[in-house]
Structure formats: C-alpha cells, structure tokens
C-alpha cells in the first residue's frame, strides 16, 4: 500500500482558532485522516523540532500555517516548513492578511514591552525587569525567541503557495482545500481558496440594501436594537462586507452582527481597508468638514474598524524591520 500524503500543521501568533477550526470537521475528520498522515502538529501531538529537520526536504506535501509571524522562532519554523514542504497554505486570517495580532504594528517594540512588563494593570514588576533575549547565571544560559519590530504575514517572510481566509476559515473550506490539493485539483499558484464575491453577494440581507445610501452616524451594535431583516448599512451600522471576500457562509450575518472582514478582500481589491473607507466616505451625508468629521468621530477605532485584520498586509503596513 503506497504511503499516504504527508501534511503539516504548525501555530505560530495566533490565538489557537485556526487549530480548533481543524477539530471542527467534525466526523469529516475521519475522512481526511484515512486521506492524509499528519507528520507535524505540536498544538495536538508530540512532535519536536529535530523531527522536522530530519525529514528529506519537499516531502511533506503540504504545510498549514497559522498565524502572522511576531518572533524569531516563528520565522525559524516557517522557513524550516517551508523548506520542508512542497507546499505552504497560510491558514487563517492572521497569517494571510496580518489579522488581530498585525494591529500591534501601531507601536513600537519597546512600546509594546513596557506596557506588557511595566505597566499593565495585571502585572506586578516592582524591578521593571523585561525578559532578555539571552540569559547567563552560575554558568548556565537561557536563550528566548526574540520579538521582533513587527508583525508580519506569511508571504511577507516566505514564499506561499496558496491561502485559506477566516477567522478562523471554515470547516467546509479546509475540507474543500485538502480534497483539492490531494486530488491534483488546485488552482494556480497564489490563489486564495475561497470564492472570489464580496460577503454582500451572499448576504442575507442583501435585498433590503438601498440604492444610495447616507450616512448620518455610525451606530455601534451592543447599543442598538438590531433589525435582524435589515441591512447593517441601512441601518447606519458599520459593515465590512462590501469590501470583503464571501465564503464565510455568512455566520456573524445570520447571528445579526456585521462583517468586520476576516475573509480579506477579493482580488479586485489592494487594500480593504482603503476599499471601505472610499465606500464609507462617499456616502457621508453632508458637504462641510465639520459635518463630515462628526461622522466620523462616531467610528471611535479607524484602524481596528477598517483594519482589523488586514493591517500588517496593507498599503499602511509598516516598514518591515527586524531592529
């Protein structure tokens, strides 16, 4: 019996959605492992880093990786995979787009430390000590991942075959992208597995969106009563679905909460967060500036609305240093 296709899984900074999304197959579960042989998951089995490293190169068919990459060992494992692997699929919004975690490129490193060992509310440092990247005492050393100045997407560290969106994608999406890579099926290189529509073209409540639209405000969801038939943009709520990918299966839509964008933008689109903001900005009621600011002083977090997922991939994206 011939051996079974070998694929990876690795976790770099994320929060561990995109390893539950993997468990979400459910009973589907079973038929992907009579398919594959999983050769690397540290999140759910004992593997180490040394097992990698013995593995002939390009032999394991294909790697998933999560997660944008903060640290000198996430970047480490990711080259490592990568050499490893004959593909690389990055798995989730965070290592496709940057997601939740690419916000943090707003501040600086030593930014980010000092509030995190000096002045966080939860932590007691009376010896404002942060962690050194080396340590040596009584002869014996320790050496830590060094964080790095910014948080990047995968592509932005090694090369990436394909991407899977979502936060985390859905269980329907990994199953379609491992039958597909298995059965020789896939797409040209770069695609992102998912369709190619904005959320709007799938949305529930797409009939009920105007013509034109004029904004006035921008209400936030836990302090409105949410008309559950109704357009979010009709109803001056914030919603990302015209500038991002559909696939999701509308699930924040059918739960009556707006799209805040994890599937990333189509194809037609370079930056999402441009895309929407050009959206929102042309449909400002008003001609004044101080009209128009007043809108936009009801949007109280710009960059998390328009950016939340998509920051460290963006036109905005900051210079990437490893200082």
Request: aromatic letters at 8%; one cysteine or more.
């Amino acid at each position: 019996m011939p051996d079974k296709p070998k694929v990876g899984f690795y976790w770099c900074a994320s929060c561990g959605g995109c390893e539950e999304s993997v468990v979400d197959l459910a009973e589907d579960i079973l038929t992907v492992l009579d398919s594959i042989d999983i050769v690397f998951w540290p999140v759910a089995m004992d593997f180490k880093k040394r097992d990698v490293e013995a593995m002939d190169d390009g032999s394991i068919l294909a790697t998933l990786i999560n997660g944008s990459v903060r640290t000198s060992e996430q970047e480490e494992m990711a080259r490592l995979l990568r050499k490893k692997s004959q593909l690389i699929i990055a798995y989730g919004s965070c290592a496709h787009t940057g997601g939740i975690p690419g916000l943090a490129n707003q501040f600086g490193r030593d930014k980010i430390l000092h509030y995190v060992y000096h002045n966080s509310p939860t932590v007691v440092n009376k010896n404002k000590i942060v962690p050194d990247v080396r340590y040596k005492d009584n002869g014996y050393s320790v050496t830590l991942p060094e964080f790095r100045n910014v948080v990047r997407t995968l592509d932005q560290v090694i090369d990436v075959d394909y991407y899977l969106p979502g936060c985390p994608p859905t269980p329907k999406l990994l199953k379609n992208a491992l039958f597909a890579l298995l059965e020789g099926k896939a797409p040209e290189k770069g695609s992102v597995l998912a369709p190619n529509t904005a959320l709007c073209d799938d949305c529930p409540k797409k009939d009920s969106k105007p013509e034109e639209i004029e904004y006035t405000q921008f209400k936030r969801p836990h302090r409105t009563n949410i008309d559950p038939e109704k357009c979010f943009l009709a109803q001056e709520i914030f919603c990302m679905g015209p500038a991002t990918r559909g696939g999701c299966e509308a699930r924040c839509i059918i739960g009556n909460m707006p799209c805040t964008g994890c599937f990333g933008p189509t194809s037609r689109v370079k930056d999402q967060g441009a895309k929407i903001l050009s959206s929102v900005c042309s449909a400002i009621a008003g001609l004044e500036e101080n009209e128009i600011e007043k809108v936009l002083e009801t949007i109280p977090d710009p960059i998390g609305t328009f950016y939340r997922y998509a920051l460290a991939g963006s036109l905005l994206r900051r210079k990437v240093s490893l200082d």
